[in-house]
């Protein structure tokens, strides 16, 4: 891509677009912190995800550093905390789950966003699909990741109590590429879910009538129109509409779903697996075995809920065989 800036600890600021945009990855240096950012009730999706980096890009050890201490993690959890919904949860591609009380950020350095495609399905969510190429490792999992362009599908949601823009979901699509030396790499860090009772159960009900459409060859009654769609193998769209094909699952079975609420907003995680081999869209073939799906809803005035967002993983079940392990100390001494 064209004109490509990069920055170091701090916001990539693209340019402003409508309710549904796509932008390319030329772009601005930041003139607002993250703070004035989730503050501002009319910030556009592309501008709320500028901020979220500029905020993980605040946490973690200095720039060119690999690894972290337990303080240096604890200050990021707390610096990160504020600006989690109470319904929170991200799932990497690398297996690891988090809700808001558990989230330790991942350790960013330099950053550079594009593609970024937004909608509205209310006024108070955005729902953000776009693409990051950016230097970090995962201070709990000990890994690093690939600096190579990878996919992210974020909502937030704005809370009015607290005036400001709040991070829904995330999921993120980078894949590890080494482990830190002498620390035991994490690929599922074993989350489970803390709802109960009807929000556990709504929760699974409503992920399990998603897989059941599917087996029918059809997901569209239960997405919103507003709906994004993010796959592992770069797969995506951003509304129903721009969606030109369907997909057809056999018979899904799911386990470990994760779920949190906040209101009429909802967040399921799962893992989930079919006997046999996939067709995404009716063109790409999948790998029987286990995947990974992020999937956020909301109700409407009436009590309907629809899909409004989901990220679809397929992890690893380990590190290559011949990934090396990267010491602690400067990142630019690791052969990457």
């Known amino acids: 891509m064209a004109n490509i800036r990069a ?4 916001a990539v600021l693209l340019t402003a677009g409508a309710v549904l945009a796509s932008t390319s990855w030329n772009s601005l240096a930041a003139d607002a912190t993250h703070e004035i950012t989730f503050a ?7 501008e709320l995800v500028n901020a979220f980096f500029d905020l993980l890009s605040s946490t973690g050890s200095p720039t060119g550093i690999v690894g972290t201490t337990t303080e240096q993690d604890d200050a990021s959890k ?5 600006y989690l919904d109470p319904a929170f949860q991200l799932q990497r591609s690398s297996g690891e789950r988090y809700v808001a009380s558990t989230y330790v950020p991942a350790d960013v ?5 594009g593609d970024v495609r937004e909608s509205r399905p209310t006024n108070d969510v955005l729902v953000v699909r776009y693409s990051v190429r950016t230097t970090q490792t995962l201070p709990d999992a000990a890994l690093v990741m690939s600096k190579e362009k990878a996919p992210r599908l974020t909502v937030f949601h704005w809370s009015d109590a607290d005036t400001c823009w709040r991070v829904l979901s995330h999921g993120n699509f980078n894949t590890p590429i080494a482990s830190v030396c002498d620390r035991d790499p994490s690929v599922d860090n074993g989350m489970r879910s803390s709802a109960q009772g009807e929000d556990q159960a709504l929760g699974e009900s409503l992920i399990g009538r998603f897989y059941d459409l599917l087996v029918i060859g059809d997901s569209a009654p239960i997405l919103h129109p507003f709906f994004q769609y993010q796959s592992a193998i770069g797969v995506g769209f951003t509304t129903l509409a721009e969606r030109k094909k369907t997909t057809k699952f056999p018979k899904t079975s799911f386990e470990h779903a994760v779920v949190t609420r906040n209101g009429k907003l909802l967040v399921v995680s799962v893992y989930c697996e079919t006997a046999t081999e996939r067709l995404l869209m009716q063109q790409y073939k999948l790998r029987a075995g286990k995947s990974m799906h992020l999937a ?9 809920w629809s899909m409004i967002a989901l990220a679809s993983f397929i992890p690893a079940e380990s590190l290559p065989e011949s990934a090396e392990c990267v010491p602690e100390g400067k990142l630019e001494e690791a052969q990457l």
């Open 296 to 304: 956020t809803f909301i109700e409407d005035n009436v009590g309907t």
């Open 78 to 82: 707390a610096l990160v905390k504020p």
């Open 109 to 113: 350095d330099d950053f550079e966003i």
């Open 40 to 46: 501002n009730r009319n910030a556009t999706g592309e």
């Open 7 to 10: 920055y170091s600890r701090r």
